[in-house]
Structure formats: C-alpha cells, structure tokens
C-alpha cells in the first residue's frame, strides 16, 4: 500500500476513473475505506456514503490494485525493488 500527502484531487478524480478503492485519513483521525463517488466538488468527495472535504485530508492509502491498473492502462512494467 502506498501513502499520498498531497494532490488528493488528481488522486481522487484518478482512483474514480479506475474504479479502485482507496482509504482516506482526516483530521479528526477518522479513517474512511471505499469507492470515490461521482458528485464529486470543489469541496469535496463521496467516498461511498460518507462525504470527505479537502480541506480535512491528511493522507490517502492507495491499494496495490490502483497501481495494477494503471500499470495495464499503460503497459508499464512494476518497478522491482
């Protein structure tokens, strides 16, 4: 799994277009797990039935599937490490 602090909006819209899941961590400590939504604004995200504003994230978890995607999308081979 890999952790985003930043551009949570290109990691958003990103997560939306490959349909993959993602965990969001706000400010208040709470952690959401799910699908982002299409009612998507300058505010915020739905993730699932819970509404995240931007303002609130602290950090995004990518799951290896949305890495798996793009990897297809793109025909790239997974960096070995």
């Not at 699932?48 to 793009?70: C, G």
Request: charged share 25%; net charge negative.
């Amino acid at each position: 799994m890999k952790t985003v602090h930043q551009h949570f909006e290109t990691i958003a819209i990103t997560a939306f277009i490959a349909k993959q899941e993602i965990i969001v961590r706000c400010k208040d400590n709470n952690s959401y797990r799910g699908f982002v939504q299409r009612d998507m604004t300058e505010k915020g995200f739905s993730l699932d039935e819970q509404l995240i504003h931007w303002v609130d994230i602290v950090e995004i978890q990518l799951t290896d599937q949305y890495f798996h995607f793009w990897e297809d999308i793109l025909h790239l081979k997974a960096p070995t490490s």
